[in-house]
């Protein structure tokens, strides 16, 4: 695969810093945005990595940052949406309504922003353009104590299936992704926190997941590459999750994926489970 021009949201921790390393790494052209200083990464990859400080759930600092890389690069190939923030824990019911709001805000805003800002130069790329968008914990399933940040990783999920969707006849293909449990600032949070705000599970989990290692990132950001390949091309609009589904061999099953509802979310009724009510 040649070089691409790929975008990385939240490029300066976690996630984010190891996807940028590894595409610079494998000689890619990477723009990171992030609210953190990135000027370290600068001096280590030169002009192979670029960078713009800004809140991506701010839609007037993402737009200019959007400019600014339009100034820059005459395409991009690819956007890699891995910002996020976990934001307000605890019972629904009891949470601070605006932390709610903003925990919301700034992980589907931001996600959607991003795609919204950088589509048009996505659009000129020669190649089939990808947009990969992170997923997590409470996406596909209910999440006591974190009801804001599973209530936007779902959302997300939905904005990937609906622009799919409405891009179908384009060349771009959009995907979400469920890294899996990766030990991040999130994970230390949540432990943090402890398990009279967290849930006794969630607290247990975390240090399990801590003392353990957690989830495989190599094999998360493999995923990643993956999808910014041309082997990906015309898969569109699933949630795929990068410890438990075999992404590598789903190039041969592009037909019954475009077709169906595979790694899609669905409502349930009880004819799917066999049942007669």
Known sequence: MFPLNIVVTGSSTGIGLAVAERLLSTGHRVWGLARSD?????????????????????????????????????????????AGIQGAVGRAIEADPLLWSATVRGNLDATYYSIRALYPLLTKSPTRAKIICFSGGGASKSRPNFSAYAAAKTAIVRLVETIAEEERDHPVDINALAPGGINTRLTDEVIALGPLVVGNDEYETAVRQKAGGGASLDKAIGVVEWLLSPKSDGISGRLLSAPWDPVSELAGHKAKLSSGDIYKLRRITPEDRGLKW
Do not use: P, T, Y
């Open 38 to 82: 990135q000027s370290e990464l600068v001096k280590k990859h030169g002009d192979s990595f670029q960078a713009s400080r800004c809140d991506v759930s701010d839609w007037a600092a993402l737009s200019k940052a959007a400019d600014e890389i339009g100034k820059s690069w005459i395409h991009a190939d690819g956007l890699v949406a891995c």
